[in-house]
Every structure is written in C-alpha cells, then in structure tokens.
C-alpha cells in the first residue's frame, strides 16, 4: 500500500482537510508527518487532532517543539504565534483532551526509519535534515552554495531521506543537485541503486515555492501502481519505489480571514498564503 506524507502544516485546517480527502479518494490508508503540526496559523487543535486520528507517526517540528518548550530563535510573528497557540491549548476546558494534546506533543519523536521492497530501500524521516533534526534547513541553493553542507549531510543518508522544514519541495541528490517536481516526469522521482536522495514534501499549510496549493506526497514501494497526478499523467514507478509529488488548491481565503481575525497572528501569515511565499 503506498504511503502519504506531509509536513508543515501549521494549524491551517482548510489546507489539511484537503489534503486527507484527497488522499481517502485515492484509497491510501497510511498516512505519517514530518512535523510542524501548529505554529503560524489560526486551528491548531483542531490539526493536531486531526494528526492523532489519520497518521500513522509524526514529528516534532521546530514549531511543535516551541509551543511545548521555548520558540527559541524565532521571528517576531513565529514566536508570537507560539505564545498564542500554547495559550489556545491552555483554553482547552475539557481537562483530558487538553492533557491528550500535550501528551501527543511530548510523545513526538525526532527522527523515524521506514523501509521500502521487504527492507531494500531504508527510508529515514526528519523534520530538518539528518545532522540536526528539528531545525537545520536544506536549502535547493545549497546545490551551489554549500556543496560541503551536503556532502556532509548526506553522509548520514544511507539511501533515502524525507524531510520538510523549508517549505521547497523537491528532491536533492548527492551530485549534488536539485529538482523541483516540474522538473520531474509526471512529478515522480524513482529511486535508484546508483545515488542516494533527500526529498523535501513540501508544505500543507505554508508553500512557499511561489505556488500557494498545498503540498504532499505520495511514496510507492516496489511494483505499486502509481495514480494519475493533477496533469492527468499516470507516473511509471521503477522497480525500487519512487515518490510523486502531489498539489492541490483549497480554500485559501478562509485560512487568511482566521488568521487576520486573531490579534496576535499577524496579518502577513494570511497574505503570504496567496502567493505561496
């Protein structure tokens, strides 16, 4: 059965409600995230419910893990915005289900080892990079910039790595080099016996590639069938896996209009939605 993943939601329910019905139609049943639950945006109980209930595992996002401890080097709006979910999971009236929520959050972990095809293909999950977990981006700038960040990085990659973190989806290889999923056949990026690879799956509640729909993929293991993409193209999946990325519109308005209806969320978390920025 393949497998969902996302990332980075930040408590923007319109966005996730999307995306877990997209995924039911598709008839995928495991679902697992890479953190960043909450922070930024307007319903984080409701997505850290909604988490609970649909995956498998997630997480601990920089922003998951500045809410339950300390929003440490964080912008002004970012750690504003964790003052004040912590204060809406403080508001939670029913006594177990707010000891529910924050006992799912303590319960997060920080790095998590799948694998593909009976064990073949070994798949280590983080919300940042392998080196530092919860909170080191991997630029695709870094191609070009910071060759030896990558080099190093991938060194704790023993053949595939998913990661979120940046928001950016797309997969970097130990060339090293970078693809954007336009760049991709059908959006798919098969695996191969030849080069390790960290995909980065994008953002659910916070694109910011300068496409505002939000971001998931889809992980196939050795002779899944792969489904047909928004293009209308069915990706031909290789004989080790590959993974397909997937984007979807929602209801982008009602996002901003909650977030500008909270004081303490500034109103640049709901306009930067439109341009996936």
Same mark, same amino acid.
């Given at each position: 059965?393949?497998?969902?993943?996302?990332?980075?939601?930040?408590?923007?329910?319109?966005?996730?409600?999307?995306?877990?019905?997209? @995924? #039911?139609? %598709?008839?995928?049943? %495991?679902?697992?995230?890479?953190?960043?639950?909450?922070?930024?945006?307007?319903?984080?109980?409701?997505?850290?419910?909604?988490? #609970?209930?649909?995956? +498998?595992?997630?997480?601990?996002?920089?922003?998951?893990?500045?809410?339950?401890?300390?929003?440490?080097? /964080?912008?002004?709006?970012?750690?504003?915005?964790?003052? =004040?979910?912590?204060?809406? !999971?403080?508001?939670?009236?029913?006594?177990?289900?707010?000891?529910? &929520?924050?006992?799912?959050?303590?319960?997060?972990?920080?790095?998590?080892?799948?694998?593909? $095809?009976?064990? &073949?293909?070994?798949?280590?999950?983080?919300?940042?990079?392998?080196?530092?977990?919860?909170? +080191?981006?991997? !630029?695709? *700038? *870094?191609?070009?910039?910071?060759?030896? #960040?990558?080099?190093?990085? /991938?060194? &704790?990659?023993?053949?595939?790595? !998913?990661? $979120?973190?940046?928001?950016?989806?797309?997969?970097?290889?130990?060339?090293? *080099? /970078?693809?954007?999923?336009? +760049?991709?056949?059908?959006?798919?990026?098969?695996?191969?016996?030849?080069?390790?690879?960290? @995909?980065?799956?994008?953002?659910?509640?916070?694109?910011? *590639?300068?496409?505002? %729909?939000?971001?998931?993929?889809?992980?196939?293991?050795?002779?899944?069938?792969?489904?047909?993409?928004?293009?209308?193209?069915?990706?031909?999946?290789?004989?080790?896996?590959?993974?397909? !990325?997937?984007?979807?519109?929602?209801?982008? +308005?009602?996002?901003?209009?909650?977030?500008?209806?909270?004081?303490?969320?500034?109103? =640049?978390?709901?306009? %930067?939605?439109?341009?996936? &920025?």
């Amino acid at each position: 059965m393949p497998t969902a993943v996302v990332s980075d939601i930040h408590a923007n329910l319109e966005a996730l409600q999307t995306v877990l019905a997209d @995924i #039911k139609s %598709r008839g995928i049943t %495991r679902v697992v995230c890479l953190g960043d639950i909450i922070g930024y945006g307007p319903d984080p109980l409701a997505c850290v419910d909604l988490v #609970k209930q649909h995956c +498998e595992w997630s997480l601990m996002g920089n922003h998951d893990f500045g809410v339950l401890y300390e929003p440490t080097n /964080f912008n002004p709006g970012a750690e504003s915005a964790a003052f =004040w979910t912590r204060e809406a !999971f403080d508001a939670e009236p029913n006594e177990a289900r707010r000891r529910e &929520r924050y006992e799912f959050l303590g319960r997060l972990r920080v790095r998590i080892v799948d694998s593909l $095809g009976n064990g &073949r293909v070994p798949v280590l999950n983080v919300h940042g990079s392998p080196r530092r977990p919860i909170n +080191e981006y991997i !630029f695709p *700038d *870094d191609v070009q910039t910071a060759p030896d #960040k990558l080099s190093t990085i /991938f060194e &704790r990659v023993q053949r595939v790595c !998913f990661v $979120g973190h940046t928001h950016v989806p797309g997969v970097f290889t130990d060339e090293p *080099d /970078f693809y954007p999923p336009g +760049e991709l056949t059908a959006s798919t990026y098969n695996f191969s016996d030849s080069e390790k690879a960290i @995909i980065n799956v994008g953002s659910v509640g916070q694109p910011r *590639d300068f496409d505002p %729909r939000a971001s998931y993929v889809i992980v196939y293991a050795p002779g899944e069938q792969g489904q047909p993409g928004a293009s209308g193209e069915t990706p031909n999946i290789g004989p080790i896996g590959g993974v397909q !990325f997937i984007r979807l519109p929602y209801d982008v +308005e009602s996002t901003a209009r909650k977030i500008k209806a909270i004081p303490q969320l500034s109103d =640049w978390l709901g306009d %930067r939605l439109f341009e996936g &920025r």
